[in-house]
Nanobody, 121 residues
């Protein structure tokens, strides 16, 4: 019923750019969050956006990353600029129908499979 599929990861050099995509099916309105995780560390939220367009950013990426969406396509994008080696992680997209809420990681209902982002020094 609900599917979350992300893509766009890859290998880039320090200072480069990458755009991730997340397509969500099964919701009319939603909040979508991007998260990242490295082995041995907790998963952290990078940015989120809801259907009305409210955006939230982590301090570590504010000014470098931009989250946006095409509502008609039910697709959310994460444009990542000025990438640093510390941005290297598995990036996950998660969606939840409670578009009005500010959710923590544990509250998102549906998760994608992840896409790897690697930034070389």
């Amino acid at each position: 019923q609900v599917q979350v599929v992300e893509s766009g990861g890859g290998l880039v050099q320090t200072g480069g750019s990458l755009r991730l995509s997340c397509t969500v099916s099964g919701y009319n309105r939603y909040v979508v969050g991007w998260f990242r995780q490295v082995p041995g560390k907790d998963r952290e939220e990078v940015a989120s956006i809801n259907t009305p367009g409210r955006q939230v950013y982590a301090d570590s990426v504010r000014g470098r990353f931009t989250i946006s969406q095409e509502v008609s396509k039910k697709t959310v994008y994460l444009q990542m600029n000025s990438l640093k080696p510390e941005d290297t992680a598995m990036y996950y997209c998660a969606a939840d129908p409670r578009w009005y809420a500010l959710l923590s990681e544990k509250n998102y209902e549906h998760w994608g499979q992840g896409t790897q982002v690697t930034v070389s020094a």
